[in-house]
Nanobody, 126 residues
Framework: EVQLQASGGGLVQAGGSLTLSCKVS????????IGWFRQAPGKEREGVSC????????YYTDSVKGRFTISSDSAKNTVDLQMNTLKPEDTAVYYC???????????????????WGPGTQVTVSS
């Protein structure tokens, strides 16, 4: 069974850091693209970062470039999102998802992922 489980959310002050972790099971994530998305209250879900499991290439939305880093660990079957210099506007529920149809990372940002895990809340106080 394909599963994704996000963890690591919490409350942090502006300027602080958090690391989210997406545990994947039931598939070899090195064959697919895994992405982190977020949804703030009253807003649509948006792509934050994406990693191509086959070659490690990464992709970020402009608002997080230079602050967030996505990485994968094949031994642990995890895809992490290191978030630094957090801002109040980063507050959202964060979700990890997997693309199973060989979309590019930009395409996943536009069309979404095929499967999602439960979200984890990130709250950044000012």
């Amino acid at each position: 069974e394909v599963q994704l489980q996000a963890s690591g959310g919490g409350l942090v002050q502006a300027g602080g850091s958090l690391t989210l972790s997406c545990k994947v099971s039931g598939f070899n994530f090195e064959e697919y693209k895994i992405g982190w998305f977020r949804q703030a209250p009253g807003k649509e879900r948006e792509g934050v970062s994406c990693i191509d499991g086959s070659d490690g290439r990464t992709y970020y939305t402009d608002s997080v470039k230079g602050r967030f880093t996505i990485s994968s660990d094949s031994a642990k079957n995890t895809v992490d999102l290191q978030m630094n210099t957090l801002k109040p506007e980063d507050t959202a529920v964060y979700y990890c998802g997997v693309d199973l149809h060989d979309s590019t990372c930009p395409e996943t940002f536009r069309y979404g992922m095929d499967l999602w895990g439960p979200g984890t809340q990130v709250t950044v106080s000012s």
